[in-house]
């Protein structure tokens, strides 16, 4: 399996890597005071950290839902924790033209999993040699995912990773089949992040937004990394409670730290 090398850290090597922070960016302070507390738990434990936040989230349910503050602001403020917290950035993109300005900031270009088979968004990624994170469609078998990664190879990047967020049961509804996990890594070669917390959510469970089910959200992690997910993927939020967006399955900080202890403890077992 290929590893990705990330600052001072390795993807897929002897450490757990853990994506975490808030939906969408809200203000300055929700995302530094995220930043700050996960650097501290992560750090303590030994997981390698990338932030995670978005500038915008244009897959929303209702036109009405919140996105966040847009690029310009969103980017300047992610740039602001890269350089006071010394952490890695991930954050998603929705059009071509959002590639290279995000590339600017950001470690990991993520594409969204309503979108993984835009060919011209994938190569738009792909050309920023940055690593790209393609989340798996909901509507995709693991197997289908080879052709998608081949259009970031094809397009001169070989620096991916591939997210399990759950795959659509039914009418407003995701299961995970765990066995997607060793069957990517196998047969693709690249490592595998699972998002613990999107695949809870329950896609129009609100009627004009999603829903969720957070208190699976730690038994489907520990089950990633039991089958061999070399990364995890939370949202997380100092007040899921009053958050603007995907509040019912984000994490707060401390029920955060608490399942990365559990997963990072299980990584360890698996990979001493």
Known sequence: MKRL???NFEIAGD????????????????????????KQITSELGINYIFKASFDKANRSSITSYRGLGIEEGLKILSDVKQEFGLPIVTDI????QADMAAKVADVIQIPAFLCRQTDLLVAA???????????????????????????VQSGNDQILITERGTSFGYGNLVVDFRSIPITQDELGY???FDATHSVQLPGGHGGSSSGE???????????????????FFEVHPDPKNALCDGDNMLSIAEAKAVFK???????????
């Open 5 to 7: 090398k990330l600052n």
């Open 15 to 38: 450490k757990l890597t853990i994506f975490a922070g808030p939906c969408a960016i809200e203000s300055r302070e929700i995302v530094f005071e995220t930043a700050e507390k996960l």
């Open 94 to 97: 929705h059009e071509p033209n």
């Open 126 to 152: 792909a050309k920023t040699g940055k690593i790209v994170n393609i989340k798996k469609g909901q509507f995709l078998s693991p197997h289908q995912m080879k052709s998608i990664a081949q259009k970031v």
């Open 191 to 193: 490592p595998i992040v």
């Open 214 to 232: 957070k208190q699976f959200v730690s038994t489907l992690a520990k089950s990633a990394v039991a089958a061999g997910a070399k990364a995890l």
């Open 262 to 272: 559990t997963c990072n403890d299980i990584f360890k077992l698996l990979n001493s």
